[in-house]
């Protein structure tokens, strides 16, 4: 769920549907309701979960009492997997060896709400955050170079936020590969109850690609196009790559993040058939494609996926319209599907309100009754209403100065009660996917 700008909003997911030829498990036609919490870990994030374990578990709680169904619990992020590993980088230092994922899993099998392990795979934290990003730390040559010639490690790259300065690894880049499929492995493992995995920030940083050394090794090897030797450094050959090779670069770029995500689909059917597959993306798909190669047409028409979600956030809204996207959209993923012969994966449109994006509940009612009756297989809102109302004093002192301003928060819990524990019914459709 955001150009370079760290998802701390509202949210909710519905969803239905599968990509591809139907997988064991597909074929359930109620929509399936949603929310996931935080997408990093950061003290005014980590802190109450540290302090108060069974925090969790109240969160569940109040899940099944406004009718969500699934939650999607933070399963890697900053470069570490949120659980107690002898392999892997951990968030033991912050949560002992009770993690609150081990929690929300186990919560939330009895509790009836399924979970879906979400993982951050090419955002990896804040350079100022010390704790944060260790593998990349360990081998900068993993790090995105981009177009200026400047690394994210390097603080120059141009990723800073209000948040903090984003650092990316190399998606492309097989040791990176082989660490998000190590780590995603042991994730199955240890949380076989677990009903899918969702990624995120599964895309390029935009910062018009990556020219590290090895970027440019793998891409010369691929295209067989060879750059001139008196391009002094990595800004001249960007630029050169721009005026002479952009369209080869871009397929060759997206298509490494594109071989990822199908090495992934690959580990799931290999190890939890039948487990399900979803990302966030970019809305506009050709932008996606080219500004930060995410090709995810292309990834639900070979079936990777069994959802998709794009994120139809304000810049989106202010570009098109609910029911102009929807159709569009749809009818395009629609007829990709028929020349693949398969079915379409679900689309679950994505949502957010936080103080610099707000939608009231009544916008939010408004918003979600017209996706759904669009053809929307559901709805995403992103983030955990329940923790804000708790910790939003605590984010917003973290934050001071710039969060004096910041607005308050609604309260949906009636809303959300209204629309998911009397949901209508999904609209009736020939090839309309299940979940």
Same mark, same amino acid.
């Given at each position: ?24 498990? =597909?074929? %359930?036609? =109620? ?7 935080? =997408? ?23 899940? @099944? ?8 619990? !933070? ?40 979970? %879906? +392990? ?97 970027? +440019? ?28 090779? %952009? ?11 594109? $071989? ?6 690959? !580990?799931?059917? @290999? ?26 047409? @292309? ?26 996207? !929807? ?16 079915? @379409? ?14 939608? $009231? ?38 934050? +001071?100065?710039? $969060? ?19 949901? %209508? ?11």
């Amino acid at each position: 769920m955001r150009r370079v700008r760290l998802p701390l909003l509202l949210a909710l997911l519905a969803l239905v549907g599968a990509a591809g030829a139907p997988r064991p498990g =597909s074929g %359930q036609e =109620s929509r399936v309701y949603a929310v996931w919490p935080h =997408s990093d870990y950061k003290p005014w994030q980590a802190d109450v979960y540290a302090r108060d374990p069974d925090f969790v578990l109240r969160e569940l709680d109040w899940m @099944r009492e406004v009718g969500i169904t699934s939650y999607l619990p !933070l399963a890697l992020a900053s470069g570490r997997v949120n659980w107690p590993s002898e392999r892997f980088p951990d968030t033991r230092a912050l949560f002992g060896m009770r993690s609150p994922l081990d929690m929300a899993v186990r919560g939330g099998d009895e509790r009836g709400i399924a979970t %879906q +392990l979400y993982v951050l795979a090419g955002f990896v934290g804040f350079l100022e955050d010390p704790w944060a990003a260790p593998d990349l730390r360990a081998n900068p040559d993993w790090d995105v170079v981009g177009a200026d010639g400047r690394g994210t490690l390097s603080g120059e790259a141009g990723t800073a936020t209000i948040w903090g300065t984003f650092l990316w690894w190399d998606l492309g880049h097989p040791a990176v590969q082989e660490r998000l499929l190590g780590m995603l492995a042991e994730a199955l493992d240890r949380y076989p109850s677990a009903e899918g995995v969702h990624l995120d920030y599964i895309r390029g940083p935009g910062l018009g690609g990556c020219f590290s050394d090895p970027c +440019l090794s793998r891409f010369g090897a691929a295209t067989g196009i060879v750059l001139p030797e008196a391009l002094p450094d990595a800004a001249a050959r960007a630029d050169y790559i721009r005026e002479h090779h %952009q369209d080869d670069y871009i397929a060759w770029r997206a298509g490494e993040i594109t $071989s990822l995500v199908r090495r992934v689909r690959e !580990l799931l059917d @290999r190890q939890r058939p039948g487990m399900t597959l979803s990302a966030d993306v970019f809305p506009g798909a050709d932008w996606a494609y080219r500004g930060v190669f995410q090709d995810w047409r @292309r990834w639900a028409s070979e079936g990777l996926l069994d959802a998709v979600y794009p994120m139809f956030y304000a810049e989106a809204r202010a570009q098109w319209g609910v029911e102009e996207y !929807l159709r569009d959209t749809l009818a395009d993923l629609d007829r990709r599907a028929a020349a693949a012969g398969r079915r @379409r994966p679900a689309l679950v449109l994505g949502l957010a309100t936080a103080w610099y994006d707000q939608v $009231s509940p009544e916008q939010a009612e408004d918003l979600i009754t017209r996706a759904l009756a669009n053809g929307a297989d559901g709805v995403a809102l992103q983030s955990l209403p329940y923790w804000w109302q708790q910790e939003y004093r605590q984010f917003r002192r973290y934050y +001071l100065p710039q $969060s004096a301003s910041w607005a308050p928060l609604w309260d949906y819990d009636a809303t959300l009660k209204r629309l998911f524990r009397n949901p %209508q019914p999904a609209a009736p459709g020939p090839g309309r996917p299940g979940f």
